[in-house]
């Protein structure tokens, strides 16, 4: 079994940008496809973006253009580079691994949370105005 651990999360001021990692405990080379998503307090789990094994990318609409998904299959890592962050971007963020399709349809709201069975704690992103 996989499992995934969230960092640099942090407080930051609006305007400002910060990288979040995910560090995979085995291999991820081949297997996964890897995401992003993010709960903010009071609302529900929402999709950021998704990055296929071939480095395929997609993001949710409310992101694009601010947001950067990568990974290093090398050194099992999913990366999340966040810019000019505003303080809707407050939230708890986590990464996942699963089929492109499923973590495309989490994307898209469009499948159950239920059924994400690999992901992270989570690391805690706060934008102060």
């Known amino acids: 079994q996989v499992q995934l651990v969230e960092s640099g999360g942090d407080s930051v001021q609006a305007g400002g940008s910060l990288r979040l990692s995910c560090a995979a405990s085995r291999s991820l080379l081949g297997n996964y496809c890897m995401g992003w998503f993010r709960q903010a307090p009071g609302k529900e789990r929402e999709g950021v973006a998704t990055?296929?094994?071939?480095?395929?990318?997609v993001y949710a609409d409310s992101v694009k253009g601010r947001f950067t998904i990568s990974r290093d299959n090398a050194n099992n890592t999913l990366y999340l580079q966040i810019f000019s962050v505003v303080p809707e971007d407050t939230a708890v963020y986590y990464c996942a691994a699963d089929q492109c399709p499923f973590l495309n349809s989490l994307l898209a709201g469009r499948a159950n949370y239920k059924w994400l069975e690999i992901w992270g704690q989570g690391t805690l992103v706060i934008v102060s105005s």
């Open positions: 990055i296929d094994k071939d480095g395929t990318t």
